[in-house]
């Protein structure tokens, strides 16, 4: 019988990096889910520079820089700060974890372009001083309910769009419990006050999940009065294909993965110029650790896939290394059972470093 996983450390920040068996980690958390092509091809330059070359994608959508070391960490930073990615500091980072749909703005069966939603969450996170109070681990989920949806995915509190209205889903042990909806002016609104709401009853809990029953029947009773009673069950499967991208209105997108969740600055950097050959604005992130940009049309969009091929990254999303969840081994993580550093497919247990 395998071992159990086991998780340990936090989630680590530019401000707040995280000592690793490679050097430190440094997260860099994204505004909205979406990186520019310009800040990419610079962060895996910094990436070169000050770390080791080596970029973890996350289960948080996140990018995580590794092998840096205390000299190298101001250089780091000076560079995030320099491109708009940092926080005012270490507290307010550390709660800024919001997850959003890679696809949003660029799928039109999406309801609502919800990246404006995001935004407001994300700014409130960052300035409301009390709500710095959630736990590191504790995260938001923003999807537009398109083709290519996160709903899925576990978030403590999440929002989705369905028709003109705004869902709210809570953790549970058993999944997301969608509870009502709301207007999309008032969204973000509710979603905070069940943060706040969740402050009140937290007393030891690290996640929304780890409330018992009647903690969460109070909870659910604060935010009644803000919310309209859900009619039927939520669809809620995560999509993540992979590859050319085809919607309606003459909408192309195209989807790549990075083997083991793990790209190497060259890969970034080369990805980020041939994104903008193909007519994308941006790199959007996504948490199955693949990576999302818009195509200005479907020439373009194979040109790129074909691109992305030759420099090492997954354009398949029936390719098998997908399938494996995978550490960095050792001696990058000091979690893992994995005795050698070439051998990163089967640890037992899991460091937190890139959840």
Not at 87 to 97: Q, S, T
Request: glycine fraction near 8%; charge should be neutral; proline fraction near 5%.
């Amino acid at each position: 019988m395998a071992a159990a996983i086991e998780v340990k450390g936090w989630c680590p920040g530019v401000l707040r990096p995280m000592q690793s068996g490679d050097g430190l980690i440094a997260r860099v958390r994204p505004w909205s889910g979406a990186i520019g092509l310009t800040e990419a091809k610079l962060l895996a330059d910094a990436a070169e520079r000050f770390g080791n070359g080596h970029i973890d994608l996350t289960r948080r959508a996140n990018l995580q820089i590794r092998g840096l070391t205390e000299p190298s960490l101001n250089g780091l930073q000076d560079v995030v700060t320099t491109l708009g990615l940092v926080d005012a500091d270490a507290r307010a980072e550390a709660v800024r974890n919001v997850m959003v749909a890679p696809l949003a703005g660029i799928d039109p069966g999406e309801a609502l372009d919800v990246r404006s939603l995001a935004r407001v969450l994300e700014r409130a996170l960052a300035v409301d001083t009390a709500l710095h109070d959630l736990p590191s681990k504790f995260g938001f989920l923003v999807d537009g309910g398109g083709g290519v949806s996160i709903a899925g995915e576990r978030a403590d509190i999440a929002l989705r769009t369905v028709g003109p209205a705004v869902a709210l889903g809570l953790d549970t042990p058993s999944g997301t419990l969608w509870i009502g909806r709301t207007s999309p002016d008032a969204a973000v609104k509710v979603a905070l006050a069940a943060a706040r709401a969740f402050l009140g009853v937290r007393r030891d809990r690290r996640r929304l999940r780890d409330l018992d029953e009647q903690d969460l029947v109070r909870l659910r009773a604060a935010l009644a009065p803000m919310l309209d009673v859900v009619d039927g069950d939520m669809p809620a499967a995560s999509n993540r294909p992979l590859g050319v991208l085809s919607f309606r209105i003459n909408r192309f997108a195209v989807g790549v993965a990075a083997a083991f969740g793990r790209l190497e600055a060259h890969q970034l950097r080369n990805f980020a110029t041939m994104a903008e050959e193909a007519g994308a604005a941006d790199i959007r992130l996504s948490p199955w650790r693949s990576l999302y940009v818009e195509a200005r049309d479907i020439a373009a969009a194979r040109r790129l896939v074909e691109s992305a091929r030759d420099i090492g990254l997954i354009v398949e999303d029936t390719d098998p290394v997908l399938r494996i969840d995978a550490c960095p081994g050792a001696p990058a993580c000091r979690s893992t059972s994995i005795t050698s550093p070439s051998t990163r497919l089967a640890s037992r247990t899991r460091s937190s470093c890139a959840s």
